[in-house]
Structure formats: structure tokens, C-alpha cells
């Protein structure tokens, strides 16, 4: 099977700007997690989707957010960029295995805002 | 959520084991102990997960103490590509959902 994929892998944008992450998960998997990984806080939850709806979500500001689409596929979109947003941006799915679920990660998406 | 407690940076030489510390003196009954690690400029990958007796697959073992207040990954033969940080997460089996809540993790440096 394909791993998690997530596009695009690198992207520069400016203060204020918009920004909309894909990801593409496992097949078969239906949650999509998002953290995001800093070098000052680390990995941190950011929210997830389970068959189109959020399920558990992070402490961020309602700048960060998401959707799911009904195959799986999730994008997340941070809207007026500040310069703090800039980091790599990973997207994790999920399948329920005897009672405990995995999380496969993608490789991220690093965000740069200037 | 429980937390643990690692150490910042261990060291160890290619072809020997290694043994991961983790501390996590206030988790619950019911309480997973998982283990995820992240390989340089990877998303994290799993490496194993136990409740309570010893666990053991294809990429490392699990060691969980009698009083499961402190678990230990082994690696037991330390590879170049082994070198990486190493997260120790509880996940309570009765959470809705998934938020795996990383610490700071141990970085793994093996030399050849």
C-alpha cells in the first residue's frame, strides 16, 4: 500500500497570506491527524478527522483549520500567516487494529512565511 | 494526559543493543505505552506498543517494569540507520480519538 502522502512538500508564503495543506491518507483509513513540529514547541496536535468530522482538536487559534472530504482525503488551511507558523506541518492516518489505533505519518509539508 | 520522562540524547555504537528509558510514574490502568521514533527530516514512524507484559516485533522489544511506572525500548543491534529521536507516549485505551501527545524524546546517536 501507499504510505501517507502530502503535498506540497515545501512552500514560502508571506505574513497575512493563506495557506491550504493536503493530505492524502493510507487506503482504508478513515482518521486524519495533524501536528505541527517546531523546533521551539516540538510536535504538536493540531486536530483530526473521522469520517468527515472533527473529532478532537488542539490548542490552537481559529486561524488553523480543516476539513475532510468523504474519501479520506483531508486538507488543513491557516489563514492570515504569521511569521510563528512557520514549521513542518505533518498529517497522520489512522486504522483501529485489536482495539488500538496506529497512527503512519507522511513526510510533511514544511511552511515558510517571510 | 500522563507524562514521561526521557532522557535528552543517548549514544551507542553500531551492532550493539540499546536500551531506551522511559519513566511514567503517574500513568493509569489504562494507559498504552507507545513508541514512536523520527528518523532525520522523516514524519515519525511507530515502533511498538504494550500494555503490560514484555512486547516484541520486527523492529525493537519492549521492556515494561512489574509496576509499569517505567518501560524500556531495546534495539538489539544499533544500526547507522537506527540514529533518531525516540518518543515514549501513553495513550489512554479509552480515549476518543486519536492526540498522541509528544515529549521532547531521547536523541539516538550511533556511531560506526
Known amino acids: 500500500k501507499a504510505g501517507v502522502t502530502q503535498t506540497p512538500r515545501y512552500l514560502i508564503k508571506t505574513r497575512g497570506q493563506q495557506v491550504t495543506l493536503s493530505c492524502s491518507p493510507i487506503s482504508g483509513h478513515r482518521s486524519v491527524s495533524w501536528y505541527q513540529q517546531t523546533p521551539g514547541q516540538g510536535l504538536q496536535f493540531l486536530f483530526e478527522?473521522?469520517?468527515?468530522?472533527?473529532?478532537n482538536k488542539g490548542n490552537f487559534p481559529g486561524r488553523f483549520s480543516g476539513r475532510q472530504f468523504s474519501n479520506s482525503r483531508s486538507e488543513m488551511n491557516v489563514s492570515t500567516l504569521e511569521l510563528g507558523d512557520s514549521a513542518l506541518y505533518l498529517c497522520?492516518?489512522?486504522?483501529?487494529?485489536?482495539?488500538?489505533?496506529?497512527?503512519?505519518f507522511g513526510p510533511g509539508t514544511r511552511l515558510l512565511v517571510l | 494526559d500522563a507524562k514521561t520522562t526521557q532522557p535528552n540524547s543517548m549514544e551507542s555504537n553500531e551492532e550493539e543493543p540499546v536500551h531506551l528509558p522511559c519513566n511514567h510514574s503517574t500513568i493509569s490502568g489504562t494507559d498504552y505505552i507507545h513508541w514512536y521514533r523520527q528518523l532525520p527530516s522523516q514524519g515519525p514512524e511507530y515502533v511498538i506498543h504494550?500494555?503490560?507484559s514484555n512486547v516484541n516485533n520486527r523492529m525493537a522489544s519492549l521492556a515494561i517494569a512489574e509496576d509499569r511506572k517505567s518501560s524500556t525500548l531495546i534495539l538489539h543491534r544499533a544500526t547507522l540507520r537506527d540514529a533518531a529521536v525516540y518518543y515514549c507516549i501513553l495513550r489512554d485505551v479509552r480515549g476518543d480519538g486519536n492526540k498522541l501527545v509528544f515529549g521532547a524524546g531521547t536523541i539516538l546517536r550511533v556511531k560506526s
Open positions: 497522520a492516518s489512522s486504522l483501529l487494529t485489536g482495539g488500538i489505533e496506529t497512527q503512519y
Open positions: 478527522y473521522f469520517s468527515e468530522t472533527q473529532r
Open positions: 504494550g500494555l503490560t
